[in-house]
């Protein structure tokens, strides 16, 4: 009895990580899935800004999107998005298509904002995909199709930026979420800082070291 609860776990997680949205890139040698890994982390130092050239951020969509969803992009570690603006490209065939119709961005200032939604509906191109059929959706970070992504860095040693993706419909249910690391700090982390609790129990036991050489005298 046990193996055959132990199994079913097994294929239950197996089930659960063949559908999952993923961070991809565009050009893989296969059609999706499986997804190839996403692109190359980037090593950072004390850096203001940081980019990755357009068509290298791609999200791998399994399960199927439908109209209504929203797909929600957030960075860590106090990054913030540096482009006026970004797009969803359809990918289909190994490239992008050109086609930016799927996803409307509906943050109305996206530089400087810590994430950016995308609603996402049916295209309206040149005789488009159905959007559940859609398997990649490339991030561009302007108007048009291919533009690199630019990142605001908070500059503090040892701080590692990561992109995450959400999901939901359009209940508000979440339907899945991804992350990959973007950036990765070379530095060592910062030397924790004395808090104020910590200078309060130096006076307190200073204090009493007083009061004790005090009664010592008397």
């Avoid at 930016?100 to 191109?125: D, N, Q, R, W």
């Avoid at 040892?158 to 973007?182: C, P, R």
């Amino acid at each position: 009895m046990k193996k055959i609860i132990g199994l079913a776990a097994i294929l239950c997680c197996l089930s659960s990580q063949a559908l999952a949205y993923t961070f991809t890139r565009v050009g893989q040698s296969g059609p999706p899935p499986p997804f190839d890994p996403p692109p190359a982390t980037q090593s950072i130092a004390l850096e203001a800004t940081g980019s990755f050239p357009g068509d290298s951020i791609s999200i791998g969509i399994d399960p199927p999107l439908a109209v209504g969803d929203r797909v929600v992009l957030t960075l860590t570690g106090g990054a913030t998005f540096d482009n006026t603006a970004y797009r969803l490209e359809q990918w289909q065939g190994g490239a992008g298509t050109g086609d930016l119709t799927y996803a409307t961005l509906t943050t109305a200032a996206p530089s400087g904002a810590t994430s950016i939604e995308f609603v996402m509906s049916e295209s309206t191109g040149f005789a488009p995909q159905a959007l559940a059929d859609v398997i990649i959706f490339v991030l561009s970070g302007n108007t048009t199709a291919g533009q690199a992504t630019n990142y605001a860095l908070p500059q503090i040693p040892g701080v590692d930026i990561s992109l995450q993706l959400q999901v939901f419909d359009a209940g508000n249910a979440s339907k899945g979420t991804a992350q990959m690391l973007l950036f990765q700090s070379s530095l060592a982390p910062l030397a924790p800082v004395p808090t104020l609790a910590f200078y309060g129990m130096l006076m307190l036991a200073a204090g009493l070291a007083w009061v004790a050489r005090r009664q010592l005298r008397s």
